[in-house]
């Protein structure tokens, strides 16, 4: 028994050498796969158009490792062209060395953060073998940004929600110290996601043309949404100018400070009169903005710390300006006819600026202006459709194949060799020059 257990492997040894036998197992069903999938290409092709000229081999990483299989080439007598009709049936650029689906992985590792390095580092100890460089995982995520989304269908819309607001980031190897990014989250109101509430058809908007932000959101609007006269918009922001001027841009626009900022502005000049600020507390929560200015008319002057006196008096001007905007915005649509059950204060931009901020501001990064905008837009894409969609160009072709029904457990149905049973079989490991291993030990162990 002591033989037994100086010999035996620990639980993460054996789960680790069981993890790479399976990768191993699927590496090979899926070189199997895919080469009679090329096999079935070849016997259902348009013969007239597609002539063989080669059969080559090529090599791609993926989740189960490094997978070499035979793909074969072929001349398009229509176009003149050389083309792969595996890549175009799998949409996938074969050359491109790593399958979509761990370039994926890969580019939500690094949308989570904190680094590329980081998520080089963790797809290396997740899938056991050095997958790609912290660069390479940079580059494939820039390109993936850059490529154009495919077109969505337009859904029509009565009231459309925006949270608007700037995400602040660093920059390097730039003449200026930084840039503000603008960044619109779209909506279609709120519905119930078990206990919880969540946004309904939550839709990102990043500015990146040098024009007027409202003009290059109108046609991000127009692109997904049927917009008409009826159409209103219900826009929320931090009081900054250039989103207030949302309202001399869409007619039916109706513009709400964020009460998250005036809240936590008004805190540093009240926050320490209890009373008053339990009011502004309630009044801003009720969306009820003549019940707010009257709790900080009531405040004296000499009961603001004395630093403060002169923002102060700016500020509640400020307020002063901006009461409508206060209001509750419900209040206005109901007027207009629109039934405004189920429909909530707004008030979310903060916290959707807290998920970008933390992956390009955490750890004190800066960046290059094509990077920061690369990583944002990768995030939104995410978001949206819980992946990031790609096109490959030349798969529109493949329409000039018949194809039939592929049948997954017929390509995998010689995937494994047949059992040779206890008598003739053999532990491999036990002949070769691992038998001194630790799991060849434990293995021999066992015989008793």
């Known amino acids: ?10 639980m993460k040894e054996i789960e680790q050498w069981i993890f790479r036998k399976m990768q191993e197992e699927f590496a090979r069903a899926m070189k199997q796969v895919l080469e009679a999938l090329d096999q079935q290409i070849l016997e259902q092709r348009d013969r007239e158009r597609y002539r063989v000229k080669d059969e080559r081999e090529t090599s791609v990483n993926t989740v189960f490792g490094n997978v070499r299989f035979k793909r074969r080439l072929y001349c398009d007598r229509r176009s003149g062209k050389h083309v792969y009709l595996l890549d175009q049936l799998l949409q996938f650029e074969g050359r491109g060395k790593v399958s979509p689906h761990l370039e994926e992985t890969a580019i939500a590792f690094a949308s989570q953060g904190p680094s590329y390095r980081d998520s080089a580092k963790r797809l290396e ?3 056991g073998y050095n997958v790609l460089s912290h660069q390479a995982i940079r580059e494939k995520l820039i390109e993936r940004a850059e490529q154009p989304m495919s077109e969505v269908k337009r ?3 009565r009231v459309l929600f925006v949270e608007v607001d700037g995400l602040y980031t660093k920059l390097q190897r730039s003449k200026k110290r930084g840039m503000e990014n603008a960044i619109a989250v779209v909506h279609e109101g709120w519905e119930k996601s078990g206990k919880r509430v969540r946004l ?7 500015h990146t043309s040098g024009g007027n932000f409202w003009e290059g959101f109108g046609d991000f609007l127009v692109e997904r949404y049927e917009i008409d006269e009826n159409t209103w918009l219900v826009v929320n922001g931090d009081g900054a100018g250039w989103i207030g001027e949302c309202t001399s841009y869409f007619h039916q626009c109706l513009y709400m400070l964020d009460r998250f900022h005036v809240a936590r502005d008004l805190k540093r000049f009240v926050g320490h009169l209890p009373k008053v600020w339990e009011t502004v507390r309630r009044s801003l929560a009720k969306q009820d903005a003549a019940a707010l200015i009257a ?4 405040v004296a002057e000499q009961e603001i710390a004395e630093e403060n006196r002169k923002d102060w008096k700016q500020y509640k001007s400020y307020l002063k300006r901006h009461e409508k905007h206060l209001d509750d915005y419900r209040k206005t649509l109901q007027v207009k006819g629109i039934d405004t059950s189920g429909m909530r204060p707004m008030g979310s931009a903060e916290s959707q600026m807290r998920i970008f901020a933390k992956r390009t501001k955490r750890g004190g990064y800066s ?13 939104m894409r995410i978001k949206e459709a819980g992946m990031v969609v790609r096109t490959v160009e030349g798969h529109a072709s493949m329409q000039a194949t018949s194809q039939q029904p592929i049948n997954m457990r017929q390509l995998l149905k010689n995937a494994t060799q047949p059992v040779k049973g206890c008598i003739a079989g053999m532990i491999r490991m036990l002949q070769g020059p691992k038998q001194s291993s630790t799991t060849g030990m434990a293995l021999k162990a066992l015989r008793g």
Not at 1 to 9: A, D, F, L, Y
Not at 200 to 206: I, P, S, T
């Open 1 to 10: 028994m002591s033989n037994i257990t100086t010999t035996m492997p620990t």
């Open 125 to 127: 100890q997740l899938l």
């Open 155 to 157: 859904r029509p819309a």
């Open 200 to 206: 309904k058809n939550k839709q990102h908007y990043l």
């Open 295 to 298: 709790a900080l008319e009531s």
């Open 367 to 379: 960046w290059s202006e094509r990077g920061v905008r690369a990583m944002l837009r990768t995030m």
